[in-house]
């Protein structure tokens, strides 16, 4: 026989088990749903907060410590919802209720509970803010490519480590899925192609009213607009 310890846990586990997409009441799926838009908003507002805090405040560390704090925040508040959401059968709902509650099963890389990557990732984030005090940009430049050779496929590895943990082959699976369609890479060129016509005639009328102002002599016979002049 099982210890009563091991036979607790296995009641508990199996319990756990029985209420995931069990529940069909649509009434407390909106519930729910009602619940994480007011208080996600609350949250990103406060991580919008901390973000321009973070910004204006260069030289206080303590600043981005105090985003990175509110970003593991709201990572947590995104996985305590999912597990909610997750005890939810929407097949029988309506379309809207199941769109949404599908938005709350699928957090992103919030689903990384692994605390040091959670940590790796946020140190390099740390690296790049600590840029922002150095007054010679051309040293701010020439760092920033050195931080990002030393650290973007580890930062990449991560990312992509997180989003397999929502279901995902990679980051860029995840940021297309946000389109809700399933052909987005073919109706993008689709959508290229259509307006690239427009987009030259554009380009051409834009670029020729710039030389009549900035003279010709300012402007590559390549066609292209410099961007020191835009």
């Known amino acids: 026989m099982l ?11 199996l319990t756990f088990v029985a209420s995931v997409g069990a529940n069909t009441n649509e009434a407390e799926a909106k519930t729910l749903i009602n619940e994480y838009n007011t208080e996600m908003a609350k949250a990103l507002n406060e991580l ?15 600043k981005y410590k105090d985003l990175i704090k509110q970003d593991i925040k709201v990572a947590k508040f995104k996985r305590e919802m999912r597990d909610r959401a997750l005890t939810f059968d929407a097949s029988a709902m309506g379309p809207d209720i199941q769109r949404q509650l599908a938005k709350l099963k699928d957090i992103g890389v919030a689903a990384q509970t692994n605390e040091t990557a ?5 140190d390099w984030g740390s690296d790049m803010d600590s840029l922002r005090k150095c007054k010679d940009k051309g040293a701010v430049g020439r760092q920033v490519g050195e931080i990002m050779k ?12 997180a989003i397999k943990l929502s279901g995902h082959n990679d980051l860029g699976a995840y940021w297309r899925s946000q389109y809700g369609i399933s052909n987005l890479e073919e109706e993008a060129k689709r959508l290229y192609k259509e307006i690239l016509p427009l987009y030259r005639q ?20 390549s066609g292209q607009i410099p961007e020191s002049i835009l």
């Open 3 to 13: 210890p009563l310890l091991d036979l607790i846990l296995l009641a508990i586990f």
């Open 48 to 62: 919008a907060l901390k973000a321009w805090e973070s910004q204006i405040n260069v030289e206080e560390e303590s």
């Open 118 to 122: 959670v940590q790796e990732k946020n």
């Open 150 to 161: 030393k650290h973007f496929t580890d930062y990449v590895k991560l990312s992509n480590d």
């Open 202 to 221: 554009l380009h051409t009328y834009v670029r020729t009213r710039l030389i009549e102002f900035w003279g010709s002599s300012n402007f590559p016979h």
